[in-house]
């Protein structure tokens, strides 16, 4: 998108990222209050900066990568200079945080309401198969252990029958499998896949895909850049491998995993752990007796009181030099705030 020049604008609902003091380009920010900038507004110089919701919701990983970040919906206003997906305003409201599970929500929705196809295949009987090849298809298959397929550009494939399974492998497919057993696939840029059943299983591996698997004992999978996968049912498991994604856990027993740089990793459930190995990872367990780990160069972590803490400390070489483990909430180290190592002493991430 080119840039536009600057104009006065409506009220425009925005995604902005912060680090996780809610700062950003030296302005400390505070949630339900207004900002208001003077002089020319210019975006990368002059102004308040973030992503419309009119963009992908992970366009903001753009510039604030989930490791110890924090993110809102704001409202833009006033005077504006729009850059690509970035939008500079004179006024800004910041309404409400966003949570990485709610970003990854958001993520599927813009994917699933973009899919809109033209022609398409249907199988509403029991073991229907159904695949559409074309562009902008759309395959679904209803029945009992159903499977659809479309893997032309923007096509849509849904099983929601148990034991379905759905595969989007084109651009901006869109996958949903919601039965028991169903596991959806989308692998295309900006896919999205969704599997809401019992052990459902959803992986996106395209560029800024998002997976979600809600039931029980779901598992989610984002292995591309910038990816995000979301397990909130009772002992889901959440991993993200690519540069930049986000994992996030919140059911009991939950594992969320985070391995690619500036990855992070949230475990919010009971008994939850969450894992950051790549570089500056973060990992988060806010949950009760929650464990969280980070052992890659500059990783961080956070927990709830009585969670698990542990870190590793690296030096330019990535060879490890020290290593520790502490609770949460004893010892000097605070509940819900952000640790890394340094000197094999943890200190406090500004």
Known sequence: MARKKSEKTDVITSIKGFDSNLRCRGYQFEIG????????????????????????????????????????????????????VKLASASITIKAEISISDLIARAIKYVFDRAKPEEGASATGYRGAASATGDQGAASATGDQGAASATGYRGAASATGSWGAASATGSWG?????????????????????????????????????????GSWGAASATGDQGAASATGYRGAASATGSWGAASATGS????SA???????????????ASATGYRGAASATGDQGAAMAAGYEGRVSGAKGSALFLVERNDDYEIINVWAGIAGQDG???????????GKPVEVE
Do not use: M
């Not at 391995?259 to 752990?273: M, R, V």
């Open 253 to 256: 027993w939950g594992a969320a």
């Open 174 to 214: 869109a996958a949903s499998a919601t039965g028991s057993w169903g596991a959806a696939s989308a692998t295309g840029s900006w896919g999205a896949a969704s599997a809401t059943g019992s052990w459902g299983a959803a992986s996106a591996t395209g560029y800024r895909g998002a997976a979600s698997a809600t």
């Open 33 to 84: 209050k207004t900002y208001s900038a003077e002089g020319n507004i210019k975006a990368c110089e002059n102004g308040f900066h973030a992503c419309p919701v009119e963009e992908h919701p992970l366009s903001v990983f753009d510039y604030y990568p989930p490791s110890g970040a924090r993110y809102c919906e704001v409202e833009q206003s006033g005077e504006s200079d729009r850059d690509g």
């Open 259 to 273: 391995t690619g740089s500036w990855g992070a990793a949230s475990a919010t459930g009971s008994w939850g752990a």
């Open 333 to 343: 180290i605070n509940e819900n705030t952000f640790y890394t190592l340094k000197g």
